[in-house]
């Protein structure tokens, strides 16, 4: 279905409402001049994001050609090099990419909100240390939006935590190419001190500016707290043991070398056992 952008603008208002009625598979629009006209591609689009839009014009101009395709066009002619078999080819290739781009922006969406769902802290890091990421869970930890902070970096977040460590993760982590661990990250929130803990995993070439890190973490306050309170406690024990059973072994050994009287093979079997 042709939809001509050089109809007058209620005859292209109507066009865009027959659009909206009618089932198509490609958009092929007319366009005389860069100015007002490809503001049209956004307008198709807003009806039917799904249809592919092929810009014809009659000049050659490479610069029309980006700015179309920057629009949202899957495709740019110049109609006198236009002929039927390269028309039927660009516009099976249009549909072909449209196809594939919302396959890909389905898939996305699923990544999304698989990502939002996790039960973990999710910090999205591309390669030039800017937020990419950032899911409900940090959202709860931090007290920051994800519209606050995405495109901001670590160190632009305004966050109260242990910044050098993170920052030398994700460079480790890009370097190496490998999964780091980033523990005992300290983040002082409302007045009051939290422990985090994080593992960071690197995501494509890291020559690629595409590439990017993911942060997982989790809250491991209570955990450290455990882990210290079993530490004092076997300390504790350790320290308070240690003297009688000190006088203990003392005892046994004046008992084996016969200083306190005679003792048994047995005896001795016995208290020779550790």
Not at 34 to 44: A, F, M, Q, T
Not at 73 to 78: C, E, K, P, S
């Amino acid at each position: 279905v042709a939809r001509d952008g050089r109809l007058s603008s209620p005859a292209f208002a109507s066009a865009l409402h027959e659009l909206s009625q009618e089932k198509a598979d490609v958009v092929l629009l007319s366009v005389d001049s860069v100015k007002g006209e490809l503001s049209k591609i956004r307008s198709i689009q807003e009806i039917s994001s799904h249809i592919p839009v092929i810009v014809l014009a009659d000049l050659k101009d490479e610069a029309m050609a980006l700015r179309a395709v920057r629009e949202g066009a899957q495709d740019y002619l110049i109609k006198s090099d236009v002929n039927p078999r390269m028309i039927v080819r660009v516009i099976q290739y249009a549909i072909s990419r449209k196809q594939a781009e919302e396959n890909i922006r389905k898939v996305y969406a699923q990544m999304e909100l698989l990502l939002a769902a996790l039960p973990s802290i999710l910090i999205g890091v591309d390669a030039q240390g800017k937020i990419k990421q950032w899911n409900a869970v940090a959202e709860a930890t931090f007290g920051v939006t994800k519209s606050q902070i995405l495109g901001k970096s670590l160190k632009e977040s305004g966050l109260n935590w242990d910044l050098e460590k993170l920052e030398k993760g994700v460079e480790e982590c890009f370097k190496n190419q490998s999964t780091i661990r980033v523990d005992d990250v300290h983040l002082i929130r409302q007045n009051a001190e939290r422990v985090l803990g994080f593992k960071i995993i690197p995501i494509g070439n890291p020559e690629d500016a595409s590439s990017f890190a993911l942060l997982f973490g989790a809250d491991i306050t209570e955990r450290k707290e455990l882990e210290n309170l079993k530490d004092e406690f076997v300390s504790t024990v350790s320290h308070e043991l240690r003297t009688p059973l000190l006088m203990i072994r003392e005892g046994v050994a004046l008992v084996l070398d016969g200083i306190l009287g005679q003792t048994t093979a047995e005896q001795r079997q016995f208290l020779s056992l550790s």
